[in-house]
């Protein structure tokens, strides 16, 4: 790009900055990435030069859009921070340094490693909120030249995006941004889909059109009519969300109807309801689907009404009703509210983005990195319940939320003091799931002894988790011990092991070693306080224990129930052990197979990995399941489905709802982009197998599911 080009282009979009400047900026990155090219074949300059420009049309200043010019500079050339801070300032250099430092945050990156990246993008966005800004342009522009990568590249790139950037220009309120790279990352996650979707979107366009068109005259008349001056036009959704829409309500093209917003801009709030009553007076609103969220702004401070229509035809559309102000923030966010002052450049008490302070608390307190990115992924994709206080105020808390959630939200001794709760000035149990709008009341108690442990089974935030989890860590370490300890062999005794069995001394070293700990009172001591759960030690257990089969005592008496779950007709102590070929759960037709150890395999009826030969018939025997035993059993079932974001979500979700324990989860796509995930989890019977299976098939995008 040459510089005449970027000034044309930059003077367009903002005629007032300083583009002697900004130009002079124009030629130290050319001359810094001299020699430098894309893999596209363009100059190098030509991606900052974008970058800068996608700033630009977010309205950021003269330091932002230098910034973006520079925001390879550091890092990629022998220019360094003394230099950019010697011609263009120290706010620009400190920009540059920031986004430097924020190093790519890989989707399949080790825990450690991500979460050290997580906390350096929190720190950066602590400091001065314009580091994020820059880094979302930067990846918006590599996206719009994924192209010219290699297709393993584009995948991890997109990956990343929806996963980490995606997320955080929503937190941020940049929907401008949002929904590009949205778009984009979902053209290269599931092209198909991408492709049929917007060929559909073409094929109906024309009169979709009109119909809008059609719309937007009948309210532009009847606000004129009321003496309403109004800014109204049709805002096409962006494909993914019509995609997500589809995929999450399981949902035909044809059945999704509002595939296009229609904004209505006014120059006062209370225009805006003045606007919503006309346009109810004239088409029927569909019940559920009115929210007012001037009166209760989102987090990212987006504000604004909407509604949902329904015309003579019988199609629904959909209004938003906003000032002209709000507007502004709901295409720019935070970029729409920055005001730059002296000494004053990171989060604002007025911004409305709590959560990165809450977030940085985080860091802090959590040693574990898994930890650690859980809280920052749940903060970030997880819905929201808005509920008050007595006194009015506006509460933000991840959907299915408790007045235990609540309390911890107010204040970490209000949580630890908490002993009961009113919602709606009603006594509610402290599992009840808050609803929106409900008016909560926490009833504390000065002599209380602290929390629960069996909090932590149902509080949705990680905030309350957390402030859980280290209550108890700071509790008597001799204490934790001991209840990390009994929990630990109360989990074991449902597998039918010990302590001895299962922490051999290989399986301790290298659980130290997974789990950063310095020796076992440690482990003891993170379980009883919840710092760890028993489904992160017991993949490590079955590793070690894989090869030498898992054998089970049987009982003496013939009659009464046995230990394993097996009776065998005529015999007595004898070791059985499940064969790994088949799997057998209670229920399954059965067969036991006498090892030359003397010993007997227990196969399903069906096994195909043994013979029946007659030279073989002598070593078979009848077997059956002890139906009164409650022994669980080790289950894996195989989900092989269209991958699209949130089915592995979807799948762990189905399988912890219905009350099972998750043992493992192993999830990889194929160039097909068919997504297989084994999901593995404890059973009492072969019934309960196929029930978790039943629902698993129904699920948007499932194609089969198997037992394995």
């Known amino acids: 790009m040459e510089r005449e080009d970027y000034l044309r282009r930059l003077r367009e979009i903002?005629?007032?900055?300083?583009?002697?400047?900004?130009?002079?900026?124009?030629?130290?990155?050319?001359?810094?990435?001299?020699?430098?090219y894309r893999r596209s074949g363009e100059s190098y300059v030509s991606h900052p030069a974008e970058v800068s420009l996608i700033l630009a049309a977010l309205d950021m200043d003269d330091d932002t859009i230098i910034a973006g010019l520079l925001h390879d500079v550091?890092?990629?050339?022998?220019?360094?921070y003394e230099r950019v801070t010697a011609l263009f300032g120290e706010d620009v250099a400190e920009i540059v340094d920031g986004v430097t430092k924020i190093e790519k945050i890989s989707y399949a990156s080790k825990e450690v490693q991500q979460a050290e990246n997580f906390r350096k993008m929190l720190l950066a966005m602590s400091k001065d909120i314009r580091v994020i800004i820059v880094k979302l342009a930067d990846r918006l522009h590599n996206m719009r030249t994924l192209e010219f990568k290699s297709p393993p590249s584009q995948i991890r790139t997109a990956e990343e995006t929806m996963e980490i950037y995606v997320p955080i220009a929503h937190r941020l309120g940049i929907f401008k941004l949002k929904w590009e790279l949205e778009d984009l990352a979902f053209k290269y996650l599931h092209p198909q889909d991408f492709k049929d979707l917007a060929n559909r979107l073409a094929q109906d366009r024309t009169s979709r059109e009109a119909y809008i068109e059609k719309i937007i005259g009948n309210i532009n008349e009847i606000l004129l009519d009321s003496g309403i001056?109004?800014?109204?036009?049709?805002?096409?959704?962006?494909?993914?969300?019509?995609?997500?829409?589809?995929?999450?309500?399981?949902?035909?093209?044809?059945?999704?109807?509002?595939?296009?917003?229609?904004?209505?801009?006014?120059?006062?709030?209370?225009?805006?309801?003045a606007v919503l009553g006309i346009l109810h007076s004239k088409w029927k609103p569909i019940p559920g689907r009115f929210k007012d969220y001037i009166a209760m702004p989102k987090p990212n401070m987006y504000q604004s009404l909407h509604t949902t229509l329904l015309s003579e035809g019988g199609d629904t559309f959909e209004v938003q009703i906003r000032t002209e102000e709000m507007h502004k923030v709901a295409e720019y966010g935070i970029a729409a509210h920055w005001k730059y002052k002296e000494g004053q450049r990171g989060i604002s008490s007025g911004s409305d983005l709590h959560w990165i302070d809450q977030l940085m608390e985080w860091q802090k307190e959590m040693d574990n990195p898994e930890e650690f990115i859980n809280s920052v992924k749940m903060d970030l994709y997880s819905s929201h319940v808005y509920v008050f206080t007595p006194l009015g105020n506006v509460i933000e808390l991840p959907d299915g939320s408790t007045p235990v959630d609540f309390a911890y939200k107010i204040h970490t001794d209000v949580g630890n003091t908490c002993v009961g709760a009113k919602v709606n000035s009603r006594i509610v149990p402290l599992n009840y799931r808050l609803k929106i709008?409900?008016?909560?009341?926490i009833l504390t108690a000065k002599n209380s002894p602290g929390p629960s442990r069996d909090w932590l089974s149902f509080v949705q935030s990680s905030q309350a988790k957390n402030k859980i989890k280290n209550f108890f860590k700071k509790e008597s370490r001799e204490e934790n011990i001991e209840t990390g300890k009994e929990s630990l062999e109360k989990n074991l005794r449902k597998y039918n092991l010990t302590l001895k069995a299962a922490l051999t001394p290989k399986v301790v070293?290298?659980?130290?070693?997974?789990?950063?700990?310095?020796?076992?009172?440690?482990?003891?001591?993170?379980?009883?306080?919840?710092?760890?759960?028993?489904?992160?030690?017991?993949?490590?257990?079955?590793?070690?224990?894989?090869?030498?089969?898992?054998?089970?005592?049987?009982?003496?008496?013939?009659?009464?129930?046995?230990?394993?779950?097996?009776?065998?007709?005529g015999l007595e102590d004898l070791q059985v052990k499940f064969a790994k070929c088949c799997n057998p759960l209670p229920g399954d037709s059965i067969i036991g197979y006498i090892t030359r150890g003397s010993g007997i395999t227990v196969h399903k009826s069906t096994c195909t990995n043994f013979s029946k030969g007659s030279d073989e018939m002598n070593r078979f025997i009848e077997v059956s399941w002890d139906m009164e035993s409650s022994i669980l059993h080790s289950a894996s079932l195989k989900v092989i489905g269209r991958d699209r974001p949130g089915l592995l979500n979807d799948v762990t979700t189905v399988v912890q709802n219905m009350k099972f324990t998750l043992t493992g989860v192993?999830?990889?796509?194929?160039?097909?982009?068919?997504a297989r995930i084994v999901v593995s989890f404890d059973v009492k019977s072969a019934a309960e197998l196929q029930a978790v299976a039943d629902r698993l098939k129904i699920l948007p995008g499932v194609v089969e599911v198997h037992r394995l």
């Open 666 to 674: 192993n999830a990889r796509v194929n160039n097909e982009q068919l």
């Open 14 to 36: 903002n005629p007032n900055y300083k583009f002697e400047l900004i130009g002079e900026a124009f030629d130290f990155a050319s001359k810094a990435h001299e020699g430098q």
């Open 74 to 80: 550091i890092e990629d050339t022998s220019y360094g």
């Open 229 to 273: 001056e109004a800014n109204i036009y049709g805002r096409p959704k962006n494909l993914y969300s019509i995609y997500k829409k589809m995929t999450l309500k399981d949902r035909a093209f044809e059945e999704i109807h509002d595939l296009t917003a229609i904004r209505v801009i006014v120059k006062e709030v209370g225009i805006c309801y």
């Open 437 to 441: 709008g409900d008016i909560v009341e």
């Open 509 to 569: 070293e290298e659980l130290l070693d997974k789990l950063s700990m310095k020796n076992l009172d440690h482990l003891y001591a993170a379980l009883g306080y919840g710092g760890i759960g028993f489904r992160q030690i017991l993949p490590t257990i079955r590793e070690h224990l894989i090869e030498e089969e898992k054998t089970l005592h049987i009982g003496k008496s013939r009659s009464g129930g046995s230990q394993s779950g097996i009776r065998v007709e």
